[in-house]
């Protein structure tokens, strides 16, 4: 294997798969490139693949010689079970990448294992990202409350005494300890969040359909830009305000033409209102959890919604801080990924 030219991280979830390219220089690393794509793998695992090698040549990742995984996706309901998720997403990664040592990160070490390994203990590997970011958060903030609001889901993770705090290591003991909420900023369901909301000076029931996202939700409110509006619509539209109004409007069995564009932004806030509700409660389970002269009362917002955990953080009385700062807040949607590639170049040096 020739000298360590790049490393690559990776952060392989469901319906996204993000990438970052993380190389050496003479002062440490040069700030990182990344790049990420929209790809349901709940819907056709064989894609994946092809969507990795594709990130890999928008990143260059051929003189990549290192690949740090992390992953979410062996929860999709494509694989029968998570066993034999984690093993084919690890075969997809020797694929698209077979001149690369890949390493996974085992979820109840917090150690990188070859790639070639994970099949002898699969589960330590499934739903690894969160342990990834926790890992590097907790180098600069010793206590805090990390909390990373993805398009999916939303990961609560105390950070206490320069050590992560967390008790859960799978999903269902995570969901069981408030460490993970499953409300994303983009592909959540309204509907799972409210049973009613106000119409005109009612409080009207919500269809159990999919007729729209949270996504449209932020749209609507300003939270988001139509550029943020990655995941694919509940309709096969498009991404505009209107098109996110004739979604929302459905929610309630209605249309653009009978509700009007104030009547849905009400709407809107009552669901923001639901999730930040949601993720203020799941974070006070958190803290309770935990010594009371020894909780944090830092929050660190990361993720598409990091918007979501900042407004927490005000609701909760704690002051907040976008992790880690990139002011594109691009690394912030891709912290597993970058945190992923940063951990495994500082654990197996050049």
Known sequence: MSDLNGILGLDIGGANVKAVRLDRTANGFAPP??????????????????????LGRELEAGTCTRIALTMTAELCDS?????????????????AFPDAEAYALDVTTGEWVAIDRVADHPLRFAANNWMASALLAVRSYSDALLIDVGSTTTDIIPLVGGKV????????????????VYCGALRSNPNTL???????????????????????VHLLLGNIEEQDYTCATADGRGTSPEEAHMRLARLVCADSEMLG????VCMAQAIYEAQLNGVVNAALQVLSGLDAAKRPTLIL?????????????????MSAVFYPGDPTRRQEVVLPALAAARLLAEALPA
Request: glycine share 8%; proline share 4%; net charge negative.
């Open 165 to 180: 705090a967390a008790v859960g290591r799978t999903d269902t003991a995570r969901l069981d300890r408030g460490e993970l």
């Open 301 to 317: 917002a990361a993720g598409s919604g990091s918007f979501v955990a900042a407004e927490a953080a005000d609701r909760l009385g």
């Open 261 to 264: 564009m104030e009547d849905v």
């Open 33 to 54: 490139r990344t790049a990420s794509a929209p790809l349901e793998v709940w819907r056709d695992p064989s894609r994946l693949v092809e969507e990795l090698s594709g």
């Open 79 to 95: 694989f029968p079970t998570k066993r034999e998720g984690v093993n084919a997403i690890c075969r997809s990664v020797c694929q």
């Open 194 to 216: 409210v049973s009613t909301v106000p119409v005109r000076g009612s409080l009207c029931r919500v269809a159990d359909e999919r007729f729209s996202f949270m996504a449209d």
